[in-house]
């Protein structure tokens, strides 16, 4: 079992900045595929980043260039740094885990989730 608990949602300003952090325990953190996931009103969960136990990584087209990824094995920590952020961005953010190594951007292939962060942009 892996228990992941988000933090560092809020509200922010058009254009500005967010860091997300994902706190995992329970089992060797290093050895997991970490996921991003964010989930509008109205909307589908939709994937939005990975980070591969080796450190690759995966975007979503809608925030390439804006978000990165990012992984602290010591602190079994998992981050997501969002720049530039837009109205659009605003949603449930979930970290997400699994043993996988492909199909990372689809919701069915996380083994265990996060309850989820509000991040909300306003203009």
């Known amino acids: 079992q892996v228990q992941l608990v988000e933090s560092g949602g809020g509200l922010v300003q058009t254009g500005g900045s967010l860091r997300l952090s994902c706190a995992a325990s329970?089992?060797?953190?290093?050895?997991?595929?970490m996921d991003w996931f964010r989930q509008a009103p109205g909307k589908d969960r939709e994937f939005v980043a990975a980070?591969?136990?080796?450190?690759?990584?995966s975007y979503a087209d809608s925030v390439k260039g804006r978000f990165t990824i990012s992984r602290d094995n010591a602190k079994n920590t998992l981050y997501l740094q969002m720049n530039s952020l837009k109205l659009e961005d605003t949603a449930v953010y979930y970290c997400?885990?699994?043993?996988?190594?492909?199909?990372?951007?689809?919701?069915?292939?996380?083994?265990?989730w996060g309850k989820g962060t509000q991040v909300t942009v306003s203009s």
């Open positions: 980070i591969y136990w080796s450190g690759g990584t």
């Open positions: 329970g089992r060797t953190f290093s050895r997991l595929t």
């Open positions: 997400a885990a699994t043993t996988r190594t492909t199909k990372l951007d689809a919701v069915w292939a996380m083994d265990y």
